[in-house]
């Protein structure tokens, strides 16, 4: 019966992101077309406005996401399509990103640099950039005004990718249930 409901579940919940999808593809969209119309430009205030729902939809596109990643992973149909990736590429990428929310939180972002140049690594580019983009998140998030966040990558046997932030931490008391389901 467990499994019966959990299936149901994640059935609902990819249904549900997919039918979220379509309404919020479509507020992007037109959001995006008022930006560019040339023959009736937004003033200022329109296109502060516009931004807002922009990175509002943007963001709720990314949670919708995170569901349907989260419904394939219960139903085990989450591919993996491994290739050679250049890990510094990928935090440039999270960097650019993350760079706009940092900057209204008054957090600075670094790239430690690394001797030579970093191997490539094998592995799901948009699963490592979406891994590298929650770790850059929550550093940010849940960092204080100037606070830093600092990317690395280190190589001992295998290539390590680092984000370390100067935040509030996790208490003592809380760290042990960090991996528990929430």
């Known amino acids: 019966a467990a499994e019966e409901a959990s299936a149901a579940k994640s059935e609902f919940l990819a249904s549900m992101s997919h039918e979220l999808r379509t309404p919020l593809n479509a507020i992007l969209g037109f959001a995006q077309l008022l930006q560019r119309d040339r023959h009736t430009p937004l003033d200022e205030r329109q296109r502060a406005r516009t931004e807002h729902i922009l990175r509002g939809g943007e963001h709720l596109l990314h949670l919708v996401d995170e569901v349907l990643d989260l419904a394939r992973i219960e139903s085990n149909r989450m591919s993996v399509v491994p290739e050679r990736v250049h890990p ?60 830093e966040v600092t990317f690395a990558i280190s190589v001992a046997e295998r290539v ?9 931490g996790i208490p003592l008391d809380q760290q042990a249930k960090v991996f528990e389901p929430f």
């Open 88 to 147: 510094r590429e990928v935090i440039d990428e999270v960097m650019g990103l993350l760079g706009p929310i940092a900057t209204r939180k008054h957090v600075a972002l670094h790239f430690l640099p690394f001797e030579g140049d970093p191997p490539f690594v094998h592995a799901d580019r948009a699963r490592l950039a979406q891994i590298v983009t929650n770790f850059g998140s929550n550093a940010v998030k849940y960092n204080r005004a100037g606070g």
């Open 160 to 168: 390590r990718v680092t984000v370390r932030d100067n935040g509030i």
